[in-house]
């Protein structure tokens, strides 16, 4: 069977046109899917405090970064032990010397990568776009828990030490996913 030229150009005009689509697609079809399983590091969004606490404690580190900014941003603990399903609260200070304001958005991950799935938050400066105006400081909170669910993970069971990280970028510069209306939380499990 020979196809005509017509039909080996509309074959490849819509396959051409699916590639794109797929292109375009998949950014947020990554970081869905990544908000959705903890791939990569990135932390689940919970809408309310586990039911379950265990014995197990872990040790959560913090870190804070700033990518090409004048900015001043650290945690103000630089650790916290709690038991699995226990929440904790931590705050973070970001502050702007400059005599210009700053639009910014936070991006974050948790390593080990694989204790991404079992680290959830249920609030978190991260979800929105921040201003920050010349002059001032700001102190930015995260309510945080890890799943109880973890000690029944064969590679987590034994994990120590999480670090949770935070990475503070310009919002016109930045081109990823804005958390701001944590479309993501629809999708996320619901905690054990």
Do not use: W
């Not at 931590?90 to 390593?111: C, H, K, L, Q, S």
């Amino acid at each position: 069977m020979k196809l005509s030229n017509v039909q080996v150009a509309a074959i490849s005009l819509a396959v051409f046109g699916g590639m794109l689509g797929l292109g375009f697609a998949a950014d947020p079809l990554y970081n869905t899917f990544c908000r959705v399983t903890g791939f990569g590091g990135t932390t689940r969004i919970a809408t309310a405090a586990p039911d379950k606490v265990a014995d197990q404690m872990v040790h959560i580190r913090f870190d804070a970064n700033v990518a090409d900014m004048p900015l001043t941003f650290r945690p103000l603990q630089s650790d916290q032990t709690l038991k699995l399903g226990q929440h904790g609260l931590a705050f973070y200070e970001v502050t702007n010397p400059t005599d210009r304001e700053y639009r910014v958005v936070a991006t974050y991950n948790v390593t080990p990568h694989y204790a991404g799935p079992f680290f959830y938050k249920l609030e978190c400066f991260c979800f929105e776009e921040r201003v920050i105006a010349p002059g001032e400081t700001k102190k930015l909170p995260v309510v945080y828990f890890v799943s109880a669910d973890m000690q029944d993970d064969r590679v987590s069971r034994n994990l120590e030490t999480i670090t949770l990280s935070y990475t503070f970028f310009e919002s016109s510069a930045y081109s990823g996913p804005k958390e701001a209306a944590v479309k993501g939380a629809a999708n996320s499990a619901k905690p054990g």
